[in-house]
């Protein structure tokens, strides 16, 4: 379990870019939202602990993780969007630096580099975007740590790899591990998510399970517009709502574009109400 309480940063003096975060973010899948500029390559930087917060506290699994000890550097990793590992191939990679965490597993390496037709010796100066996230994300995937934050993983991926990738993500994935995913694409992903994490403004909108959100919420589709919708959109078949979910026990899928819009709408923070109380 991920503690944060109060954290703030800035990179310029009086520009917060992060304004009192504060979450508790458990184990599962999470997914990362939020327009452009709203904080979460600094959220995950700070989780990261590359960035350190002018204020507030961090903790993992009751550690303050602002001393950065050898120990719990090794149960997190980042993969940033524009991640280029420092050394020439993935198996440099496991040499050099997966020696580090002892989570690594070098079958689930091979694993995911071969659903990639992948060996790890291709260098990865002379790939493309999509084939270095490919092998970026084989390598995240099988460190294994406790908290594993991906920046738009699947970006640049054909959609037959983008489709690989979920089921590494699946497969890869252990109980208690905490994954952070931050993307905008969040279309072919939707069935594998636990958790949802907004930002808005540098301010945590949103931290909640997908359970506790399809409990208060239901997302539907319908030709007529349905009469107590809290939120909706028109599209060529109908309609596409948020109403509150009068049946908690029956769940409907989260449409996750629909509920990143209406979380920014002015009906934001009485939708952030409803899940919440
Ligand atoms: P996101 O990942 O959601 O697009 P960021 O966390 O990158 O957002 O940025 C949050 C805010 O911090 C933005 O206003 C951005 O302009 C600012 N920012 C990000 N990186 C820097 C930096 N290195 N120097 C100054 N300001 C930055």
């Known amino acids: 379990m991920i503690k944060l309480e109060d954290i703030t940063f800035s990179y310029r003096r009086g520009v917060p870019a992060l304004i009192d975060a504060t979450a508790e973010i458990g184990a599962g899948i999470n997914l990362l939202l939020g327009p452009n500029g709203s904080g979460k390559t600094t959220l995950l930087k700070i989780l990261a602990t590359t960035l350190m917060p002018e204020q507030g506290t961090y903790q993992m699994d ?32 496991v040499v050099h630096h997966a020696c580090f965490y002892p989570t690594f597993s070098i079958a689930a390496l091979r694993n995911n580099l071969a659903a990639y037709n992948m060996s790890g010796d291709e260098k990865l100066s002379d ?41 590494l993500l699946a497969s890869n994935y252990r109980d208690g ?30 931290c909640a399970s997908v359970e506790r959100i399809t409990r208060r919420l239901a997302f539907v589709i319908s030709s007529a517009l349905p009469p107590q919708a809290l939120y909706k959109e028109s599209d060529l078949q109908g309609y596409r709502a948020i109403v509150i979910n009068e049946m908690a026990e029956e769940e409907t899928n989260i449409d996750y574009e629909l509920l990143y819009a209406a979380l920014l709408s002015p009906v934001g923070e009485e939708i952030v109400n409803l899940i919440k109380n």
């Open 127 to 167: 790939m493309s975007l999509g084939q270095r996230k490919k092998a970026n994300v084989a390598y995240a995937l099988a460190l294994g740590t406790d908290l594993l934050m991906l920046d738009e993983p699947a970006n640049g991926m054909d959609i037959g790899s983008k489709k690989i990738f979920n089921q």
């Open 177 to 206: 591990q905490i994954v952070i995913i931050a993307t905008h694409t969040v279309h072919d992903m939707k069935n594998l998510f636990d958790g949802v994490i907004m930002l808005n403004q540098g301010h945590i909108e949103l």
């Open 62 to 93: 009751g550690a303050q993780m602002d001393k950065r000890t050898p120990s719990d550097l090794s149960k997190l990793f980042f993969l940033s969007e524009d991640e280029k590992f420092p050394l020439n191939t993935i198996n440099d990679m």
